[in-house]
């Protein structure tokens, strides 16, 4: 029969090891980045779902399919690694913060709002944990949040048809920056160096012609990326 002291020493042996684990765990839990994303699945608009995903080490992805322009039938898909300017950044988190990180319902649930689409924020760090999905939300946070986040949609869907076009019909940048311009002086876009990359390689090829470079120039220039 084992003495008391021997059954402690027993039990120091086999804790030490799981309480070590678990310290470790949970270190490791706190060092990851928290994480916010934001989901649209909406059929009648172009695209047709999108998510975005943004970890507070500005390292965000960005995923859409639909139809590539609203008279086309060929169905597309599109996805961007990209970075987050600092206050775009900041601003997001500040306003899940204060929509207490989607742990609660944050849809009106009025029935006579017309749909604009199925949305879901979410949100995940050591801390918390809170996801809701809502067609409306009478929330200013999530009201704040969302047209932000959908902001950067058109912003990053931008890109994707500037890539597009880049690549297979480059008489049609012209136009297209034309309105991404328009929509810029009406505040319609959130963070265009997003895109970045996409305009700086417009910007620096010669085959394109020198308007439209201006025109792309101009956009980087107006969010303080040039």
Do not use: C, W
Not at 95 to 103: G, H, I, S, V
Request: glycine fraction near 2%; charged fraction near 25%.
């Amino acid at each position: 029969m084992r003495s008391p002291l021997q059954i402690v020493r027993l039990l120091i042996f086999f804790l030490i090891p799981l309480l070590s684990s678990i310290l470790v765990r949970s270190q490791t839990e706190a060092q990851l980045p928290a994480v916010l994303t934001f989901t649209v699945d909406f059929p009648a608009s172009q695209p047709e779902h999108y998510s975005i995903r943004v970890p507070s080490d500005r390292s965000a992805h960005y995923q859409s399919s639909g139809r590539l322009s609203p008279d086309s039938d060929d169905r597309d898909s599109f996805d961007l690694d990209f970075t987050l300017a600092p206050e775009t950044l900041q601003k997001i988190f500040e306003l899940a913060a204060k929509a207490d990180y989607f742990q609660k319902d944050v849809d009106s649930h009025h029935k006579h709002i017309a749909f604009t689409g199925k949305k879901t924020l979410g949100y995940k760090d050591a801390q918390h944990s809170g996801e809701s999905t809502y067609n409306f939300s009478p929330v200013p946070a999530v009201q704040e949040l969302t047209s932000l986040l959908q902001s950067l949609s058109v912003t990053l869907e931008f890109g994707h048809r500037l890539q597009y076009d880049h690549h297979y019909q480059k008489l049609a940048l012209d136009e297209e920056l034309k309105r991404m311009e328009e929509q810029a002086r009406t505040n319609q876009l959130a963070d265009i160096t997003v895109i970045q990359s996409i305009l700086d390689q417009i910007i620096a090829d010669p085959s394109v012609i020198n308007v439209t470079r201006a025109r792309a120039e101009r956009l980087l220039e107006r969010a303080g990326a040039h």
